[in-house]
């Protein structure tokens, strides 16, 4: 059987179509959540289709702050480090863990501990610097470590697992499963045909990096009062970033701005039909980077360093925080016209499918 813990959002999203490919192929398994986010998981779960949890390794809430965060990791070693707790009980042969989370870290060492051969989706990606993104670029290093099969997205996060491993057990699944995510947030589309008339970016900020780092986080909050000035900002909030705006006390400046729209988190299809009609998005998250990349959307990256090449070069660009990049960018995008895609004809890889194909042959020859 396999074990399959998930605890964001993000990783959700993006091993919603493994989940399916593998309910497909036959195979036992057993999707649980971590605990680590409660914000939309119930929506993702209804709208991909999936199975309900089999269990959950701690109660679920939302670790939106360091204490809480703190908190979920201690609940959830307390109670699945037991010889008795239920993931010792199920005997699995694989456990399957996604991104670079906390709950990608903590997954892969309950599996350690309890003697489950880890396979880590999203494999290989760095940044080469440990401090942009913090904590997940040390995350990703340290399950590389602890993983024994790597499912790679690519030759660049190929060629980093070699680096490390030089018979490590890769496979090659060409594109992200994110890819997958996205042709059916495409597929069960309502509106994609309606294209809007008022011009507007999209600003998505939560990574710790910045957020918890005051000056830096003005520096974005300061860019995004100068985009409005001159177009729409839907400024869509999550849980920690509504948190930290509001110690910070600068929610009500926000309020204040009527070109400002502040949203809360909506679900995943919803949102992919927002950034589709925007006329780019400002973010600082590694998944937008890439949904902007196959839906061809001009975006700019609010990062010192990105672990993805996806888009670079073309429609993504790394601010670096360089306010002379990211006027440039702004200079040129801010009339970009949108264009509604409602297929992906340049990519035809199916990385959700080759992981599940290749877990069956494992789970077969054992």
């Not at 997205?153 to 594109?175: E, L, W, Y």
């Not at 006027?327 to 995008?333: D, I, L, Q, T």
């Amino acid at each position: 059987m396999i074990l399959i813990p998930i605890g964001t959002k993000a990783q959700l999203i993006k091993m919603a179509p493994v989940i399916l490919e593998i309910r497909k192929q036959g195979l036992k398994f057993d999707f649980v959540l971590t605990g680590q986010h409660q914000e939309t998981m119930s929506d993702l779960i209804e709208g991909f289709g999936l199975p309900e949890p089999a269990y959950t390794l701690a109660p679920i809430e939302e670790a939106n702050t360091s204490k809480k965060l703190l908190g979920w990791l201690i609940k959830t070693l307390k109670n699945n480090l037991k010889s008795n707790c239920e993931i010792a009980k199920r005997k699995y042969k694989i456990c399957l863990v996604h991104g670079d989370t906390m709950s990608t870290l903590i997954g892969a060492l309950l599996a350690k501990r309890h003697g489950i051969a880890v396979a880590h989706v999203e494999a290989g990606l760095r940044s080469h610097s440990l401090l942009h993104p913090f904590p997940e670029e040390l995350t990703r290093r340290i399950v590389s470590k602890i993983a024994s099969i790597y499912y790679c997205s690519g030759t660049m996060a190929i060629n980093n697992i070699k680096k490390t491993k030089k018979n490590a057990d890769i496979v090659d699944t060409g594109q992200n499963t994110l890819l997958d995510s996205v042709r059916f947030s495409l597929a069960h589309a309502q509106d994609h045909q309606k294209v809007s008339t008022q011009n507007y970016c999209v600003a998505s900020i939560h990574r710790f990096e910045n957020i918890s780092n005051r000056a830096r986080f003005r520096f974005i909050l300061d860019t995004i009062f100068q985009f409005s000035q001159e177009i729409n900002v839907k400024f869509v909030l999550h849980s920690a970033t509504r948190h930290k705006l509001s110690s910070y006390g600068w929610m009500e400046e926000l309020e204040a701005n009527p070109k400002i729209e502040l949203l809360p988190r909506m679900n995943y299809f919803k949102f992919t039909d927002l950034i589709s009609k925007a006329n780019f998005i400002m973010t600082d998250g590694g998944s937008n980077q890439e949904e902007c990349s196959y839906l061809n959307i001009p975006n700019l990256l609010m990062r010192q360093h990105t672990e993805r090449d996806e888009g670079l070069g073309s429609n993504s660009v790394l601010s670096k925080y360089d306010s002379d990049i990211i006027n440039a960018f702004f200079n040129e995008k801010k009339n970009h016209n949108p264009t509604i895609t409602t297929h992906l004809p340049l990519h035809q890889e199916k990385p959700s499918l080759t992981i599940a194909l290749d877990l069956k042959k494992r789970i077969e020859k054992s």
